[in-house]
């Protein structure tokens, strides 16, 4: 039964041993074989994305209008000059997410609980947790940024605060915590119902059974889809240029209207990527390792 | 210690009905439990064992009936299930172990969140017990890398570390491989032995015989026959006692 795993592959982890004898006697040889496509699809990727990338850039760089793009869009010379603002801009966009980040991870929480709380007595929490989030999934970001960001200022409220900084990240947090909130919900739906039994039998309350027993399952589920929802704030935080906050792309905005040329939008998409894709491997990374952990992955 | 049938009864269950939409459950239990005495519910799958526990613990509330603890309604309106659920245990099938504590930690949430019991005194008492359960070098283990029979024990030890008046177990052994599941009779039988008053639903007519002082048999959620256990599993007097007592001798399980 067990496959003579001296002369074959290297000792498994836990993970393929218990898979192992599923596979029967053949066990060692179709992972070999595996193995060897799997050197040999490393090696045709390689060589077809070289070949794929150098006739793309071939064809761009040869074309007729490649020196005019160059021009609005890659001029060092633009590059340079836009980006000391640009970067500047750039380090208010992170404020500004991390700052939001935080407060929607939390808002969201406790919106989610108390749309998961039971019995009638907490109906109309139940109720107004619900309102809030078909309100602020259902309305547009750019929607909710020019209500709250242009219109309340407009009111002339006396001591409500008229900062589009201010505005511009209360309305990230309020849309974006309503979406966050469905997805620790469906965390929380997704954690047995037994454990609830489990829990309420030793005699915890309702609140205690969330915050003990089902709240730390459920976001240990749904930290994917929340990093997911991190890399998309990363970017989202960028709308709130439109309320005139001298943020990355207000920059860029304000470089171009003066001088016409484009690389200042460039500037800013490098400093976005340079960002986002950290945190992009980051989800890719943990997912990953919360699959292995779980014994998901046989090979 | 053994059951004295002479002392009111520590647990009191009387005419529960319990439906779950159009689905009757139970239609009418009674139940009485004497203060030590073990009581084995059996049956065939579906019979409303299982509910009739959850309904002790008041994981489900009843339709109508009344259970009394100790010679106090537990039941109905007006009561603080968490404060009942103090003093009742139950294990469940399935053994509802949370996977993201540990098993000391599994142990130590009831006392030290409900009762308020401090942390250091808390972790003490649980050693005690998973020691006695022998599970002393497994307490910093979380649930996934123990057997079915060791996570059985533990929680078996998380319900029994408040020391309640009364211990439920569903069907415990149920899940577990042939080859564990008498490590876990074993310390039940312990339990047992201590004077623990339990109500065990449950499939092992020869652990039944062993520990029970009543049997009570289970059908179209009633109790169709109670008595001790050498009565009603050697000469049951009805028929469908019978005929699942067959059955169970045929799959070889007594």
């Not at chain 1, 150098?54 to 609005?72: E, Y």
């Not at chain 2, 299930?81 to 142990?107: M, T």
């Not at chain 2, 972790?123 to 123990?146: C, Q, T």
Request: net charge neutral; aromatic share 8%.
């Amino acid at each position: 039964m067990t496959p003579d795993i001296g002369s074959g592959p290297p000792p498994a982890p836990p993970g393929r041993a218990r898979a192992a004898p599923q596979s029967g006697g053949g066990g060692a040889s179709w992972r070999h074989e595996l193995g060897e496509e799997g050197a040999r699809g490393a090696l045709i990727a390689f060589v077809a994305t070289v070949v794929f990338v150098g006739v793309a850039v071939w064809l761009v760089l040869s074309s007729d209008t490649w020196p005019d793009v160059q021009q609005q869009f890659f001029n060092p010379e633009d590059f340079r000059e836009s980006w000391p603002d640009v970067l500047g801009g750039f380090w208010l966009d992170i404020k500004m997410f991390v700052i939001a980040e935080v407060l929607i991870l939390a808002f969201g929480l406790l919106v989610a609980v108390v749309r998961s709380l039971r019995g009638p007595a907490f109906f109309p929490l139940r109720a107004l947790s619900v309102i809030y989030i078909d309100l602020f999934r259902g309305i547009p970001i750019l929607l909710i940024l020019f209500l709250l960001g242009f219109g309340v200022p407009a009111l002339q409220l006396p001591g409500v605060p008229n900062d589009p900084l201010f505005w511009g990240v209360t309305s990230l947090v309020l849309s974006y915590a309503a979406y966050t909130a469905e997805v620790y919900r469906s965390g929380i739906d997704s954690v047995h119902e037994s454990q609830r039994a489990a829990a309420r039998s030793l005699g915890l309350t309702q609140w205690q059974t969330l915050r003990f027993a089902i709240v730390p399952q459920a976001i240990r589920n749904v930290v994917p889809a929340l990093l997911n929802g991190l890399v998309s704030l990363q970017k989202d935080v960028a709308l709130v240029s439109v309320l005139g906050v001298r943020e990355a792309v207000r920059e860029a905005e304000i470089y171009k209207s003066r001088t016409f040329n484009y690389t200042s939008f460039v500037a800013a998409t490098v400093l976005f990527l340079l960002a986002s894709i950290p945190l992009a491997r980051l989800t890719d990374w943990y997912t990953r390792r919360e699959r292995q952990r779980r014994g998901q992955v046989v090979a | 210690m053994t059951a004295d049938p002479t002392s009111p009864p520590l647990l009191k269950v009387s005419g529960v009905h319990k439906s779950f939409g159009a689905k009757v459950v139970l239609q009418g239990v009674d139940l009485e439990v004497a203060p030590h005495g073990v009581v084995c519910l059996i049956g065939p799958s579906g019979c409303g064992k299982s509910t009739l526990l959850r309904c002790i613990n008041l994981l489900e509330p009843l339709d109508a009936g009344l259970i009394e603890l100790d010679g106090e309604r537990i039941s109905g309106k007006g009561i603080n299930a968490n404060a009942v659920r103090r003093r009742v245990g139950i294990v469940f099938q399935s053994f509802n172990l949370f996977p993201h504590l540990s098993v000391l930690d599994n142990v130590t949430l009831g006392p030290r969140r409900v009762r308020k019991v401090p942390r250091r005194q808390a972790e003490e008492r649980a050693r005690e017990v998973l020691d006695r359960f022998g599970l002393g070098d497994k307490v910093d283990d979380y649930p996934d890398r123990l057997s079915g029979g060791q996570q059985q024990r533990a929680a078996i030890a998380r319900a029994i570390v408040g020391d309640p008046e009364l211990l439920l177990l569903d069907e415990v052994t149920s899940a577990l491989d042939p080859e564990l599941v008498g490590e876990v009779l074993t310390v039940i039988r312990d339990l047992a032995a201590g004077g623990m008053t339990m109500v065990l639903a449950t499939h092992e007519m020869g652990f039944a015989r062993d520990v029970a002082d009543q049997v009570c048999f289970l059908h179209e959620g009633r109790v169709l026959e109670a008595g001790p256990p050498a009565q009603i599993l050697k000469d049951p007097q009805e028929a469908r006692t019978r005929q699942f007592l067959a059955r169970v001798i045929a799959a070889g399980r007594l």
